[in-house]
């Protein structure tokens, strides 16, 4: 009787829902793999150069690069996780701390975030810059211990200059005891842009993760997929597609990963038990969609006031009228879209910029692919450009309303 009655509960139906997946958890990029195939060799020269600390010396600074996704993060904390492992079993005057940058990105702030894994019990906050400074000198001096810092995203650190300059220096100062610095950058101009003196401090060793290739991102897969999903759920040729595709990307690990795990919901979302091909381009769209409004959520206030423009007029049907008066709609003389983009800014009380610096944002956001732009062909007088969005127009238009209006 009372099963009968539960028949159309909605929570008796979530439970039934079927899943593809055993753990959903293990198929997100937080997760930390416990092997790291195609990467012993980095994984063997980063240990070997951190030995050196439990030889009481201090090791050479080393700066890693890579393209996002190529594994620099989880290599380096799987060597950290080792060393840990090793100081706990037998003992040991070393010590580290890692840092993300993009969360702690000044000097000050990198300096406090390391304190608070070396001084557990204590809080920094509202220190002066000398004592926290001082601080780490003397957690490093008083125990004659060599400590290792790593900084990731190294590059979001603003004033880089000077906190490099101070770690280093940190080893002039100290009698015992050492600090040594692995800087980890995504970015891989970003050496080139640094300071002689900086770049000759952090760069005393450095070393590059290349890129995956697509069979290299399929036995990836293939590990996390047997750990992720139930067993015969994945079809062979899903794994394949996704990893095809982040390997024509940029041999992104994690592109690979994040296509996986959206594969496996759309299956879930739709009752099917097996992630198939389709999932996967289902996935690739939605993950795209993603990162290009996430971009747009981003973008300088101004250039997202022209994007909202071009959002708006392409939503309400508007476009040019050919000479043989037919209107294609969607498209935009670049001065019609300026006189859009100036009243939008006028009512929300902005200050519009010059048709010249409109240009250059037009130029720019055409580089993202968010807009695709022509110079007018036959049909049209003159010449003059035309503008098109390269995404969903009320997509855009619903983000920008969010960003801009906040509604
Ligand atoms: N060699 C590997 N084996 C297994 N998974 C990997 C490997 N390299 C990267 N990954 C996966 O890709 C994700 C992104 O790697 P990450 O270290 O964050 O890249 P990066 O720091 O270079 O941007 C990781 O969370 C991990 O899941
Ligand atoms: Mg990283």
Not at 70 to 79: H, M, R, W
Not at 333 to 346: L, V
């Amino acid at each position: 009787m009372i099963q009968q009655q539960l028949f159309d509960n909605i929570f008796q139906k979530q439970l039934e829902k079927t899943s593809v997946f055993t753990d959903r958890n293990i198929i997100t990029p937080h997760y930390t793999p416990k092997s790291l195939p195609f990467r012993d060799r980095q994984i063997d020269e980063i240990s070997q150069l951190l030995s050196t600390s439990l030889q009481g010396a201090k090791p050479n600074n080393l700066f890693i690069y890579g393209k996002v996704g190529t594994g620099k993060t989880v290599t380096v904390n799987n060597v950290l996780v080792q060393l840990q492992e090793f100081i706990v079993h037998n003992g040991s005057k070393v010590d580290f701390a890692y840092v993300n940058c993009r969360n702690h990105n000044t000097k000050y702030k990198a300096i406090t975030k390391a304190l608070a894994k070396f001084y557990p019990q204590e809080d920094f906050i509202g220190y002066s810059s000398a004592f926290v400074y001082e601080k780490l000198l003397a957690y490093a001096g008083g125990q004659d211990k060599q400590l290792i810092l790593v900084l990731d995203e190294v590059d979001k650190v603003k004033d880089l200059d000077e906190l490099i300059y101070a770690l280093t220096r940190a080893n002039d100062e100290l009698e015992q005891g050492g600090i040594a610095l692995i800087g980890i950058s995504n970015n891989l101009f970003f050496k080139d842009k640094l300071d002689a003196r900086t770049k000759s401090a952090l760069l005393e060793r450095e070393m590059v993760f290349p890129p995956y290739n697509a069979s290299e991102l399929k036995a990836i897969l293939e590990e996390r997929v047997k750990l992720a999903f139930k067993p015969n759920s994945v079809k062979d040729s899903a794994i394949n597609l996704a990893s095809a595709l982040a390997a024509q990307e940029s041999g992104d690990a994690r592109a690979a990963v994040m296509l996986m795990l959206r594969a496996g919901e759309e299956a879930d979302r739709n009752l099917i038990n097996e992630v198939t091909d389709h999932h996967v381009s289902t996935a690739k769209s939605r993950v795209e969609e993603e990162v290009t409004l996430n971009m747009v959520e981003t973008l300088p206030r101004q250039q997202q006031i022209v994007i909202y423009a071009l959002s708006l007029m392409t939503v309400q049907g508007h476009g040019y009228d050919k000479l043989n008066g037919v209107r294609e709609k969607g498209v935009f003389f670049s001065g019609d879209a300026y006189r859009e983009y100036e009243r939008i800014a006028k009512s929300m009380s902005e200050q519009s910029v010059s048709s010249r610096w409109f240009r250059e944002y037009v130029n720019e956001l055409e580089t993202y692919g968010i807009l695709v732009t022509t110079a007018s062909g036959k049909g049209v007088r003159g010449t003059t450009t035309l503008i098109k969005l390269g995404f969903d127009a009320r997509k855009l238009q619903k983000v920008l309303e969010k960003e801009l209006m906040g509604v």
